[in-house]
């Protein structure tokens, strides 16, 4: 499975960019997509994430600032960020993994930085 991210840059406190992730490849039905972001020195973590059936896990930071969601048919999720704050500056990851089918895979991460 291949992961291609794209979105983010540099964007302004109170900005509201779009990530987006599309996965390619031999996909299980069964899987959740999701965003985790690192910070150096710190651990990565999870921002959201979203099965197959739409069962939505958010953590609490974003919780009402970000939307996750996404389109089975094309295998892409999304990650729709508003009211930015600068501790949301981080790299920003997709995620897709299968618990069913045994695999976990990463996209390569695209920064998201929250300044003036």
């Known amino acids: 499975v291949q992961l291609q991210a794209s979105g983010g840059g540099l964007v302004q406190p109170g900005g509201s960019p779009r990530l987006s992730c599309a996965a390619s490849g031999r996909i299980f039905s069964m899987n959740a997509m999701g965003w985790y972001r690192q910070v150096p020195g710190k651990q990565r973590e999870l921002v959201a994430s979203?099965?197959?059936?739409?069962?939505?896990n958010y953590a609490d930071p974003v919780k009402g600032r970000f939307t996750i969601s996404r389109d089975n048919a094309k295998n892409t999720v999304y990650l729709q960020m508003n009211s930015l704050k600068p501790e949301d500056t981080a790299v920003y990851y997709c995620?897709?993994?299968?618990?069913?089918?045994?695999?976990?895979?990463w996209g390569q991460g695209t920064q998201v930085t929250v300044s003036s």
């Open positions: 995620n897709h993994h299968s618990p069913a089918a045994g695999y976990e895979f």
């Open positions: 979203i099965t197959n059936l739409g069962r939505i």
